[in-house]
C-alpha cells in the first residue's frame, strides 16, 4: 500500500480567545480559531485580499500551553492533521466540520504592551517580571549525556517560544 500524508502547516493570526476545556477523564482540550491571509493583484492591476478562517483543536499539555499564551490577535505557526467529524442534527441531517489537530504551536510575535511574558519549561511557569531571587536556580550545564545537538540547542532558543 503506497504511504499517505496529512500535514498542515499554517502561519497566522487568532481570531478569538481561545477556549480551554477537560474532557470527563481530564484531558485537556483547546479550541482556536486563526485567520490566514493572502494577497494578489488582478491582471486589471487591482489589489485582492482574501481571508481564510481555521478552525484548530489542541490536546494534553499543548491544549494547556495554548490556553495560558494564547491571546486573539497574536501570530502563531502551527503544525497538524485535518479531520473531519460529522453528527446528526435535530433534524437528521449529516453535518460536517473540519479542523486541524495540532501537533506544534509557536508564537511569533512578542509580548504586547502591558502584557508580561510568560516562558514555559518543563517545570516551572514563571513570568518574567519577577526578582531572581524569587526563582529557583536552574542546574549549571552539563556535557550532553545522550542528547542531540538538536535539544541543546532547542533549549537556547528564545524566550518567545514556550518550549
Excluded at 477523564?25 to 483547546?30: E, I, L, M
Excluded at 466540520?97 to 510575535?109: A, K
Aim: negative net charge.
Amino acid at each position: 500500500m503506497a504511504k499517505s500524508l496529512n500535514k498542515v502547516q499554517l502561519i497566522g493570526n487568532l481570531t478569538k480567545d481561545p477556549e480551554l476545556k477537560f474532557t470527563p477523564n481530564g484531558a485537556a482540550v483547546c479550541t482556536i480559531g486563526i485567520a490566514t491571509n493572502r494577497s494578489w493583484t488582478t491582471d486589471s492591476g487591482e489589489k485582492k485580499d482574501e481571508a481564510d478562517f481555521h478552525r484548530l483543536v489542541a490536546w494534553n499539555k499543548l491544549a494547556e500551553i495554548c490556553g495560558q499564551l494564547l491571546k486573539k490577535g497574536r501570530k502563531v505557526y502551527v503544525e497538524g492533521r485535518l479531520q473531519t467529524r460529522n453528527w446528526q442534527d435535530k433534524d437528521g441531517q449529516t453535518k460536517y466540520m473540519t479542523e486541524i489537530v495540532l501537533s506544534d504551536m509557536i508564537l511569533l510575535d512578542s509580548r504586547r504592551d502591558g502584557e508580561t511574558s510568560t516562558v514555559v519549561t518543563d517545570e516551572f511557569n514563571v513570568p518574567e517580571n519577577l526578582d531572581e531571587s524569587q526563582v529557583p536556580a536552574a542546574e549549571e550545564p552539563t556535557k550532553s549525556k545522550g542528547k542531540s545537538k538538536k535539544e541543546e540547542v532547542k533549549k537556547e532558543a528564545s524566550d518567545d517560544i514556550p518550549f
